[in-house]
T-cell receptor
Framework: GAVVSQHPSRVICKSGTSVKIECRSLDFQATTMFWYRQFPKQSLMLMATSNEGSKATYEQGVEKDKFLINHASLTLSTLTVTSAHPEDSSFYIC????????????FGSGTRLTVV | QQQVKQSPQSLIVQKGGISIINCAYENTAFDYFPWYQQFPGKGPALLIAIRPDVSEKKEGRFTISFNKSAKQFSLHIMDSQPGDSATYFCAASPLFGNEKLTFGTGTRLTIIP
């Protein structure tokens, strides 16, 4: 089946620094990847939709200068949290779509970001 | 109109029982309805999904029932096991493709011995 690899699984960073999260589709090409944020005991909140070779589309209220998304290839998308603050601490999850075998949307295992 | 309403928020079921989670939507353009299972600290994993051209889909102990006229769909877990204890999310998208998923609020399911 389709596999999406997300790294790192956990990261702790200091306030003011930047953190990059990688999302790779291992055995398929994903023209579109999605980035979500999830707070404890809450649902997934879509942050942005990332299309290969073009600028990401951000959801309303999401700061595009703070959450930089790059989709340089059909198998890799990255989310960079810039100038991180403690309120950016959250669980970030990526997802990639493939219609191969009816798999649909496959999610990464998530990244727990803690900003201290 | 983009919302997907999910209930209950939490559910406790005895081992061997049937767990039922319900979702309702408003957007008639939704065309794909998946259910995801999420364990703590992990990303969601696809359980089962349905398109509106069928009213029911069964995979093992998991069944989706779909009522297009009522704009409702539900997940039934038969013979619930402690390993099924997790958070379940329904979702919907207008097109099985590059369109974004709209998620329900989630149901925390606990299966007790």
């Amino acid at each position: 089946g389709a596999v999406v690899s997300q790294h790192p699984s956990r990261v702790i960073c200091k306030s003011g620094t930047s953190v990059k999260i990688e999302c790779r589709s291992l055995d398929f090409q994903a023209t579109t990847m999605f980035w979500y944020r999830q707070f404890p005991k809450q649902s997934l909140m879509l942050m942005a939709t990332s299309n290969e070779g073009s600028k990401a589309t951000y959801e309303q209220g999401v700061e595009k200068d703070k959450f930089l998304i790059n989709h340089a290839s059909l198998t890799l998308s990255t989310l960079t949290v810039t100038s991180a603050h403690p309120e950016d601490s959250s669980f970030y999850i990526c997802s990639a779509f493939t219609d191969r075998g009816g798999t649909g949307y496959t999610f990464g295992s998530g990244t727990r970001l803690t900003v201290v | 109109q983009q919302q997907v309403k999910q209930s209950p928020q939490s559910l406790i079921v005895q081992k061997g029982g049937i767990s039922i989670i319900n979702c309702a939507y408003e957007n008639t353009a939704f065309d794909y309805f998946p259910w995801y299972q999420q364990f703590p600290g992990k990303g969601p994993a696809l359980l089962i999904a349905i398109r509106p051209d069928v009213s029911e889909k069964k995979e093992g102990r998991f069944t989706i029932s779909f009522n297009k006229s009522a704009k409702q769909f539900s997940l039934h877990i038969m013979d619930s096991q402690p390993g099924d204890s997790a958070t379940y999310f329904c979702a919907a998208s207008p097109l099985f493709g590059n369109e974004k998923l709209t998620f329900g609020t989630g149901t925390r399911l606990t299966i007790i011995p």
